[in-house]
Every structure is written in structure tokens, then in C-alpha cells.
């Protein structure tokens, strides 16, 4: 269902195949933004950040955390938090959306790319390339299971990190 309406606002927009997106184009495709954004959060590629230490004795929530004691956030605790997102299992596009269907980037609880000073370097870039790739693929592509096959969204877990499982989709190319 997601797919379809994202492709079908894209050719609102963009009526021809082959089209090449921009940051331009993010202020008119706020739904694909919106959906990429929920994919992060439901995904949590790489669940832990990167490792803090405690740089003087302190007292969090009634528990006392020594200077030296490595902390590390753990991002899929709050992207599956019910306080932050009501029904956090169920893929919601919407979340990122205000009442008149714009996006709304930023999220208390939403921390795909870490969170403080040593959150990801690389998040503006990734974030434009997810966009940027996502629109090309959706506009350019129809993906469908394959036939009398099921698409399994839940992750793969490996050690400190989730995967997407290996899946047969069909892929033709959009004319």
C-alpha cells in the first residue's frame, strides 16, 4: 500500500520516468520522506551507538553511574518505545507527518544515526542518497513479491546490528 502511494504521488510530480530527483524535490515528495524516515526507525540497522564513558560520578533516574562507566544509546529501546510511538510495530508513515501532510523531521525518540556529539558524520549525505535513490527506484521500478511468495519484514539480528533477510521480489522495469 505504501509503495503505491508513494509511487503515485512521485508521477504526480514527476510524470516521466527517468527523471532525476534532487534536494529540490524533497519539498514535493514530503510522503516518500516520511516513509523513508518510518524505514529507519522500524529498521534499526545498527541498534547501539557509538560507546560514551561517564566523566564524573552522577545520579540518572535513582541509579549511580561511576566516572569511566561505558554507556552506549540503544536506538531500536526508543524506535520501539509505545510513549514515543503509539503501535510501534505496525509500519506508519504518517508519524512523520503534520496534520496538513508535511514533513516533520524532527522526533523525540528517533535516533537512527546516534545521538549526541559523535552521532553519525555521514547522516545529511545518507539522508540525501536515501532520498535521492528511493524516488529513482520507485519511479523507474514496480517491486512485488514473487509469485505465491511473502515478503518478511523482520530483521535478521546479528551481533550489533539488523539485517533485511534475503527475499524473492520481482523487479520489472516501469515504462
Not at 529507519?40 to 566516572?67: A, C, N, W
Request: glycine share 6%.
Amino acid at each position: 500500500m505504501f509503495r503505491r502511494v508513494c509511487r503515485k504521488r512521485l508521477m504526480m510530480q514527476f510524470p516521466e520516468t527517468g527523471c532525476h530527483h534532487n534536494r529540490r524535490s524533497h519539498s514535493r515528495l514530503q510522503y516518500l520522506e516520511a516513509v523513508i524516515h518510518e524505514v529507519l526507525r522500524m529498521s534499526s540497522l545498527i541498534p547501539f551507538s557509538v560507546s560514551h564513558f561517564v566523566t564524573q560520578d552522577i545520579e540518572l533516574g535513582g541509579y549511580v553511574l561511576p566516572k569511566g562507566m561505558t554507556l552506549q544509546a540503544c536506538s531500536v529501546i526508543c524506535h520501539e518505545d509505545p510513549s514515543y510511538w503509539p503501535n510501534p510495530h505496525k509500519f506508519n508513515p504518517s508519524r512523520f507527518l503534520d496534520d496538513n501532510g508535511k514533513f516533520v523531521p524532527k522526533k523525540e525518540g528517533f535516533l537512527p544515526f546516534g545521538i549526541g556529539r559523535r552521532q553519525c558524520l555521514g547522516e545529511s549525505l545518507a539522508r540525501m542518497e536515501l532520498f535521492i535513490f528511493s524516488a529513482a527506484l520507485l519511479q523507474n521500478f514496480t517491486f512485488s513479491p514473487a509469485p505465491s511468495k511473502e515478503i518478511d519484514l523482520s530483521p535478521e539480528t546479528v551481533p550489533f546490528a539488523q539485517f533485511s533477510k534475503l527475499q524473492d521480489i520481482v523487479i520489472t522495469i516501469r515504462k
